[in-house]
C-alpha cells in the first residue's frame, strides 16, 4: 500500500512508523513543513493509560522515548498564598523535539520517506510531487489543516475560537509538580500550567480572558516585552529563572494565540482522511491533544492493514477507523470542553476557599471522581471531607468567608470520625435543616385522579422518604385544574387534595427524618396533553381544556394554541399560586418550589422562544421576569417565614436566541432578590428545536455557574447517576444539593445502599431494615477482602 502522510508531527510520525513495521514492503511518505529540528512547543505529557496503548502498539518505539521521560505523581494549586498538593495522579513528560527526533529516526530507519520542508498547500502539490497516486493521504497537518480546507463541504469542520488567551513559554525552573499558579494583580488574573518535561526545564503556558489580556497591555507586546511582563508577574514562583519562547519567527509580532477547537461532521473523503488535530482538538489543560493523535494512529494503522490482508476496501477501513475513533475523540473533547471552560471562568472560581478551589480545578473535566481521587492521594481526599464537613451547614456566602472557626471546627474532628462523606453532610435552609444533601427529583407520575393523589402516591413518595434520602420532591402539583399537564396530574385546588396530601407529608414525618417539597406549578401552553406512556405532548382527543399563555402561539406543531394571557388571567393564575401556597402549608410540607422551568407557564414568560408580546411583560429580561417574580413574590409572603422556597428553571434554552448561561445567572440573582433560598438548576425542553448537549452530569456545569456566579445556593440535577459522583459535585461547590431521578424510580433505596457502598455508619435507617444494612456492610467487607486478596 502507498500511503503520504501530510503533517510530520508526532501523530503523522508514529503513523508511518505502525504503518512500515506491519508491512515493510509498503511506501509510506511523510511530507513536513518544518525542519528536522524545528518544534514549536516545549513539552509533551502522557497519562500512565496512554502509555500502556503506546507499548502495545510497538514496544520497540515506546522503549527508546521511554529513556527520555521524567515522572511526576503531584498536582500543586497555588491560590492566594495558599498551596495544596493531591498525589498520585502518574504522569509523564518529555521534550517534544525528543519525541520528535526519535520518532523520525525510527521511521527513516524502518523505510519511511520523510521530507522536510516540504509545504503542501493544497492536493494539487501532492500531484507535482509526483505522489498523486497514493492509495490514502493523511491529512496530519494540524488544526488549520489546508487539506482539510480543500474539502471543507465534506468535511464540514466545526472551527470554535476560544476567547482566552495564551502563550507557551519554557523555563529551567523545574517544577517537581504539575504545578497550576494564580496570580490575581489589579489588571486581572492570570494563570500558568507549569510541568517538567525533561531534566533541566519546565513548559510554562500563561493563560488569562481577554479583559485580562488587554488590561496588562499584553495586546500591544511582541515576544519579547511579553517575556519580561510574565517573568514579573510570575517572580515569586520563577525564582529569578527566566522564559524562554519558541516561536515561528511570523508568531514574534503577535505572539499570544486562542484555542481552536475543531470537530468534524466527517473525517474521510474517498482515500483522504483526516487525523489528529486535523479531525478534533483537545484543549491543552488536559494535555491530551498528542495522546489523542498518536492514538489515532494506531487505530488508522490497524485498519489500513486490512486492506493489506484484503479483508476490506480503503473505504471501509477508514469508515471503520472514524468509527472506532469518533466516540473517544467525543468524549475526550467533552471533558476537555469542561476543563477548558473551567479556566476560561476561572474568576468565578477565585472567592472558594483553598481547599474547594483546588478540588473544583482537580475534577473539572468531571472525569476525575471524589473516589479515584480517594485511590490516588486518600490523605488528601480525607482532608477535603473533613473541611467540607466543618463548613455551616446553611449559608453559601459562610463557605466563601473564610472564617476562622471553619479552621477550628476543621481541627476539632477528630480523625477517626473524620470519614463523612459530602453527601452525608446535613444542610439548612431557614428553619429546615437536612439529613444529608441527597434530593429526590421531582417527577410526574400522571396518576392523580382530579388531581387528588392516589394510594401511588403515598407509597411512592413514602418509600423513597424510608430510603434515606434527606428531601423529596412532589412531582408538579398544579395550581388549577386547568394548569394541568395531564388529565393524569396532581393538583393542590380543592379541599380533598389537602387531605390527601397530608396522608403523604404525615407517613413521611413520622417514619423518617426526610424532609418534603411541594412543587407548584402551571402548565401553560404545554397543558391538556395525553398521559406520557399515551402519546407524549400529544393533544387530548377528548376531554380538552383551554390552556393559556404568553401569547396565543402553540408550543409545538400538532398542540392546539392557547389563548394569549390578559391581566385580569395573570392575577386569577397569580392567587391560583397564592391559595395553593397556602393550602400546601396546611398540608405539612417543609418547603415550597415553583416551577419556572421547562416550558409550562412561568417558564413560557421568561422564555424569549414563546414570549412574544409587546407589552411590559415581554422583550427584555426584565419585562419578561416581572409575571413570573410577581408571582414568586405573592406565594413567598403567604408561606411561612421559616419554611425555604426554591425556583426551578431551565438555564438554557438549548436554542441560539433563547436563555442563556449569562441570562440564567441573571435570572438567578433575581429571585435570590426576591428571597429565594436556593436555585433548582435544570434545562430545555422550553422549545421543539432545542439542541441540548446530553451527556453524563450534563446539567451541573450550569449548576456551577449560577452558584458561583450569582451566589445563591443550588440544586444540581441531570444525569446523575453514582454516589461517586454527588461527591464530587459537592465538594467541588457545584451544588449544595444535588437531586436524582432516574437512580430513585429504579432504587427507592438509593441512599442507604450508597451509605451501605461507602462504609459511612452515620446515615439513618429505619430500624425494621437494619437486618439489610447489616447484610450489605458484611458483602462490602467480603469485597474489599477478596481484593486484597487478589492484590497479594
Known amino acids: 500500500m502507498f500511503v503520504v502522510t501530510v503533517g510530520g508531527g508526532p501523530a503523522g510520525l508514529y503513523l508511518a512508523i505502525l504503518l512500515r513495521r506491519a508491512d515493510p514492503t509498503g511506501r509510506v511518505v511523510v511530507l513536513e513543513r518544518n525542519g528536522p529540528d524545528d518544534a514549536y512547543g516545549w513539552g509533551v505529557v502522557f497519562s500512565e493509560q496512554t502509555l500502556e496503548q503506546l507499548h502495545a502498539a510497538d514496544p520497540e518505539t515506546y522503549a527508546e522515548v521511554a529513556r527520555h521521560f521524567v515522572r511526576w505523581d503531584d498536582i500543586d494549586v497555588h491560590v492566594r498564598g495558599r498551596v495544596v498538593t493531591s498525589g498520585g495522579h502518574g504522569f509523564v513528560g518529555v521534550a517534544r523535539r525528543t519525541l520528535l527526533r526519535v520518532l523520525g529516526e525510527r521511521a527513516r530507519a524502518l523505510g519511511a520517506d520523510v521530507r522536510h520542508h516540504t509545504d503542501v498547500p493544497d492536493e494539487a502539490a501532492l500531484h507535482a510531487l509526483g505522489l498523486g497516486g497514493a492509495d490514502v493521504v493523511v491529512a496530519a497537518d494540524g488544526v488549520n489543516s489546508a487539506l482539510r480546507r480543500g474539502r471543507a463541504a465534506a468535511f464540514a469542520p466545526d472551527l470554535d475560537v476560544r476567547p482566552n488567551r495564551f502563550m507557551w513559554f519554557g523555563t529551567r525552573r523545574r517544577f517537581e509538580a504539575f504545578t497550576f499558579l494564580f496570580a490575581e494583580t489589579a489588571a486581572g488574573v492570570y494563570q500558568a500550567h507549569a510541568y517538567r518535561f525533561d531534566g533541566e526545564r519546565s513548559a510554562f503556558i500563561v493563560e488569562c480572558d481577554e479583559a485580562s489580556w488587554r488590561a496588562a497591555g499584553f495586546d500591544a507586546m511582541d515576544a519579547d516585552a511579553t517575556i519580561a511582563a510574565c517573568e514579573a508577574m510570575f517572580a515569586p514562583w520563577l525564582e529569578?529563572?527566566?522564559?524562554?519562547v519558541n516561536l515561528a519567527p511570523h508568531q514574534r509580532a503577535q505572539p499570544w494565540q486562542r484555542f481552536t477547537r475543531v470537530a468534524c461532521g466527517r473525517w474521510h473523503d474517498g482515500n483522504l482522511v483526516l487525523l489528529g488535530d486535523a479531525a478534533h482538538t483537545a484543549h491543552f489543560s488536559i494535555g491530551s491533544g498528542t495522546k489523542l493523535a498518536m492514538e489515532d494512529s494506531i487505530a488508522?494503522?490497524?485498519?489500513l492493514g486490512s486492506v493489506e490482508r484484503r479483508t476490506s476496501s480503503v473505504g471501509d477501513a477508514l469508515a471503520a477507523y472514524e468509527a472506532e475513533r469518533r466516540v473517544?475523540?467525543?468524549?475526550?473533547?467533552n471533558a476537555a470542553r469542561n476543563s477548558m471552560e473551567w479556566f476560561e471562568s476561572v474568576r468565578r472560581y477565585l472567592a472558594l476557599p483553598a481547599e474547594q478551589f483546588a478540588y473544583s480545578l482537580l475534577t473539572r473535566s468531571q472525569r476525575l471522581g471524589h473516589e479515584n481521587l480517594r485511590v490516588r492521594d486518600d490523605g488528601y481526599v480525607r482532608?477535603?471531607?473533613?473541611?467540607?464537613?466543618?463548613?455551616?451547614?446553611s449559608t453559601l456566602d459562610a463557605r466563601r468567608s473564610g472564617d476562622p472557626s471553619v479552621e477550628r471546627r476543621a481541627s476539632s474532628v477528630e480523625e477517626g470520625d473524620a470519614r463523612v462523606p459530602p453527601m452525608f453532610v446535613p444542610f439548612s435552609l431557614r428553619g429546615m435543616t437536612l439529613p444529608n444533601r441527597v434530593v429526590v427529583a421531582p417527577m410526574d407520575m400522571y396518576c392523580a385522579e382530579d388531581g387528588t393523589p392516589s394510594d401511588f402516591h403515598l407509597v411512592h413518595y413514602g418509600a423513597r422518604s424510608l430510603g434515606g434520602a434527606g428531601l423529596v420532591f412532589t412531582e408538579m402539583t398544579c395550581v388549577t385544574p386547568d394548569g394541568r399537564i395531564t388529565p393524569g396530574c396532581t393538583g393542590m385546588y380543592a379541599p380533598e387534595h389537602v387531605a390527601a396530601w397530608r396522608r403523604v407529608t404525615d407517613m413521611v414525618h413520622r417514619w423518617s427524618p426526610a424532609r418534603i417539597c411541594l412543587q407548584?406549578?402551571?402548565?401553560?401552553?404545554?397543558?391538556?396533553t395525553k398521559l406520557m406512556w399515551e402519546g407524549n405532548e400529544e393533544p387530548l382527543e377528548h376531554g380538552w381544556w383551554e390552556t393559556l399563555a404568553p401569547t396565543d402561539a402553540p408550543y409545538a406543531p400538532g398542540m392546539r394554541a392557547p389563548r394569549a394571557m390578559t391581566r385580569a388571567d395573570m392575577d386569577a393564575v397569580r392567587d391560583a399560586f397564592v391559595r395553593a401556597a397556602r393550602m400546601g402549608a396546611e398540608a405539612g410540607f417543609d418547603m415550597l418550589e415553583l416551577h419556572c422551568a421547562h416550558g409550562y407557564l412561568l417558564s413560557a414568560f421568561i422564555t424569549p422562544l414563546s414570549n412574544g408580546r409587546d407589552d411590559a411583560y415581554g422583550?427584555?429580561?426584565?419585562?419578561r421576569l416581572r409575571f413570573p417574580l410577581e408571582v414568586f413574590r405573592a406565594v413567598r409572603a403567604e408561606w411561612p417565614a421559616e419554611r425555604p422556597m426554591s425556583v426551578r428553571v431551565s438555564a438554557t434554552d438549548w436554542v441560539e436566541g433563547g436563555v442563556d448561561g449569562p441570562e440564567a445567572v441573571r435570572i438567578a440573582r433575581a429571585f435570590a432578590e426576591a428571597g429565594v433560598d436556593v436555585v433548582h438548576v435544570s434545562a430545555g425542553q422550553t422549545s421543539p428545536q432545542a439542541k441540548p448537549v446530553y451527556g453524563r452530569l450534563f446539567q451541573t456545569p450550569l449548576s456551577d455557574r449560577i452558584r458561583n456566579e450569582a451566589g445563591v445556593p443550588t440544586?444540581?440535577?441531570?444525569?446523575?447517576?453514582?454516589?461517586?459522583?454527588?461527591?464530587?459535585?459537592?465538594?467541588?461547590?457545584?451544588?449544595?444539593?444535588?437531586?436524582?431521578?432516574?437512580?430513585?424510580?429504579?432504587?427507592?433505596?438509593?441512599?442507604?445502599?450508597?451509605?451501605a457502598?461507602?462504609?459511612y455508619g452515620g446515615q439513618w435507617w429505619p430500624v425494621q431494615y437494619l437486618s439489610g444494612r447489616r447484610q450489605l456492610e458484611r458483602a462490602r467487607e467480603r469485597e474489599l477482602e477478596l481484593r486484597g486478596t487478589a492484590a497479594i
Open 383 to 393: 482532608g477535603v471531607e473533613r473541611w467540607f464537613a466543618a463548613q455551616p451547614p
Open 715 to 755: 440544586i444540581a440535577v441531570g444525569n446523575v447517576t453514582e454516589w461517586d459522583q454527588v461527591n464530587a459535585i459537592l465538594a467541588a461547590g457545584r451544588a449544595d444539593l444535588v437531586a436524582l431521578a432516574r437512580p430513585h424510580l429504579a432504587d427507592p433505596q438509593w441512599t442507604l445502599h450508597a451509605a
Open 240 to 244: 529569578g529563572h527566566p522564559l524562554e
Open 300 to 303: 488508522l494503522a490497524r485498519h
Open 328 to 333: 473517544e475523540a467525543l468524549r475526550l473533547q
Open 520 to 528: 407548584l406549578g402551571h402548565s401553560g401552553p404545554k397543558g391538556a
Open 619 to 623: 422583550g427584555c429580561l426584565e419585562n
Open 757 to 759: 457502598a461507602q462504609g
